[in-house]
């Protein structure tokens, strides 16, 4: 348990790190608008809702400026492939990165509200302010601006009695870029719903891409400077503590107190966003420029279930197991990119994909490759990407798990093996991989078939049967197939697959298999991996907590989750 400890631990101290930063930020900015000389004027009209619209809009930036970071794919590969500090601990931690992008979006729409509400409260103070005739402080700073005392003399940005919140909502630049703002966030969040993600990927793909409005919608929202404060040479001049109580003489000639002058505060979300938008704009053009690059499809395969396989090649491609792509077909749709672990393994001279129809642009593209056309649908490409599954080689014991076409990245490891054997690598260290492959119907086995056999046979003539234990498990039959299956279950081979491991009815006990892999392997590091739904994810990694000994010398279980 030591090493999940370890890794749990450093999860913790990075979110309670960003959350503490997140904490710092909102308690400093609202203490500094709630006590500083500056705003004093401020926040006579406005109170404390001054300060809570500030202090919510400095932890905006901030996320804002995180929200990216998560979804540069280049960098992260980068950082994953060639910096050693990203290494064991450390480098799992880029494994969450969508998970971290989810939190951060989270924390900007709980800004994001405590930033309206405040601007609701703000503007009210706003609008009675300036329709009060009692003679109050508020008042008369509120009609500052008809005292014909300069340009910079205005606090109140409701320049008379008639003029509404919502006609200064819709006119000024703050109050219409921040309903713009609201309207994408809103749009974005909840068309990254996962039933809306999974079921209408394209609503999610197109919707997401409105975070370029959001972005400039940021970037100018305070330029207009709605919320102003007293100017340093006005507060030297008259300082809010000589001069506040003596408001009503500010017009005598001879009192040392004059009307107070004001300036917008400097707009500062291009400051916390610039540097990484810039990175951003990196990461797209490099993205643009591989995608340019011509790809050849070589080969093409229908394969049962609805499943399709190219095989490609284009120039400079160089990948590693389990690392995956994004494909884009231009004859069905210029903008959209969808993401496919490659199947191929990185001895062979070609890569490869599996594609399942799982929606309108995979229908789409299977039955183009189905037709035949001539020419064949042009392919475009971006990658490829790195994931949890190129580590699959550092662990000595390796626990692979598929569900349906999950078990894609896996296909790429299992041919490594077989070239590595092949080749006789002395290098790997990797003594014994289990295999789980969990599918709803018979048809899913059968292009995996043909690599699986080969493997038996490999293990065979080198007389390490123990290396591969594979089981395949099917979790949607009936009693026909059940029946025909336990007829022939004394043939040497399954029938259903053709492959000696007889296929297992109904889902994996998964405490009876760690249990086993535990006691076979009293001393390992165990890598345990999963391409499929959290729900198993959720089961698999409470075992790995479950089944990892308290003592760092004994077996350990490692979780990992292809995310993308």
Not at 205 to 220: K, P, S, V
Not at 298 to 305: D, G, R
Not at 327 to 341: D, M, R
Request: charge should be neutral; charged fraction near 20%.
């Amino acid at each position: 348990m030591g090493n999940w400890v370890v890794n749990h631990w450093f999860s913790v101290l990075f979110l309670a790190t960003w959350l503490g930063l997140n904490v710092f930020l909102f308690v400093h900015a609202f203490l500094s608008y709630e006590k500083a000389d500056k705003y004093y004027y401020t926040r006579e009209i406005l109170g404390s809702a001054l300060a809570w619209a500030r202090a919510s809009a400095r932890c905006l930036n901030f996320n804002s400026m995180l929200i990216l970071l998560p979804v540069c794919r280049n960098l992260l590969s980068f950082l994953r492939g060639t910096c050693s500090f990203c290494r064991c601990t450390l480098r799992k931690q880029l494994d969450h990165n969508l998970t971290f992008h989810k939190l951060v979006a989270y924390m900007i729409c709980l800004h994001t509200a405590i930033h309206i509400i405040a601007h609701l409260f703000n503007f009210e103070h706003y609008s009675r302010s300036r329709q009060d005739t009692d003679g109050s402080l508020a008042s008369i700073l509120s009609t500052l601006s008809h005292q014909e005392k300069g340009e910079g003399s205005w606090l109140n940005p409701i320049q008379s009695p008639n003029m509404t919140v919502e006609y200064l909502t819709f006119t000024s630049i703050a109050g219409l870029t921040g309903v713009i703002i609201t309207i994408a966030l809103v749009l974005m969040v909840t068309s990254a719903m996962e039933f809306i993600r999974r079921s209408y990927f394209e609503v999610f793909w197109y919707t997401h891409h409105i975070f370029i409005i959001y972005f400039i919608g940021l970037g100018i929202h305070g330029i207009g400077g709605i919320v102003r404060g007293q100017t340093e040479e006005s507060l030297n001049e008259s300082h809010p503590h000589r001069c506040a109580e003596s408001f009503k003489h500010w017009d005598d000639h001879d009192s040392h107190c004059k009307h107070p002058r004001f300036e917008g505060l400097p707009a500062e979300s291009c400051k916390w966003i610039l540097a990484p938008g810039v990175l951003y704009i990196f990461e797209r053009i490099l993205r643009f420029y591989r995608s340019q690059q011509k790809v050849v499809i070589t080969k093409v395969v229908m394969h049962p279930s609805k499943v399709l396989e190219l095989q490609m090649n284009k120039r400079g491609f160089s990948m590693e197991v389990g690392q995956y792509i994004f494909v884009n077909c231009p004859s069905i749709s210029y903008l959209e990119w969808h993401p496919f672990t490659l199947t191929s393994a990185p001895e062979e001279d070609f890569f490869s994909i599996h594609i399942r129809a799982a929606g309108d642009w995979t229908e789409n593209l299977i039955r183009a490759f189905e037709q035949q056309q001539s020419p064949i649908p042009r392919i475009e490409v971006d990658g490829p990407f790195g994931t949890v599954s190129e580590d699959v080689f550092q662990y000595e014991v390796a626990v692979l798990v598929g569900a349906g076409i999950g078990v894609t990245p896996f296909a790429s490891i299992l041919k490594s093996i077989w070239y590595k054997f092949q080749r006789e690598d002395h290098n790997l260290k990797t003594q014994t991989i289990y295999f789980y492959w969990i599918c709803r119907e018979t048809g899913a086995f059968a292009w995996f078939n043909d690599l699986l056999a080969s493997l038996e046979r490999e293990m065979e003539e080198l007389g390490k049967v123990d290396f591969l234990n594979y089981r395949l498990f099917l979790t949607g039959w009936d009693s026909n197939i059940a029946g025909h299956a336990a007829l022939n279950f004394d043939k040497a081979t399954d029938i259903l697959t053709g492959l000696k491991q007889k296929t297992s009815f109904g889902r994996p006990m998964w405490d009876n298999e760690f249990s086993t892999i535990a006691n076979a392997h009293p001393r390992s590091v165990v890598g345990v991996f999963l391409c499929g739904p959290q729900t198993l994810a959720k089961s698999l990694s409470k075992r790995c907590h479950q089944y990892s000994s308290l003592d760092p010398r004994k077996v350990q279980f490692y979780f990992n989750k292809e995310n993308f």
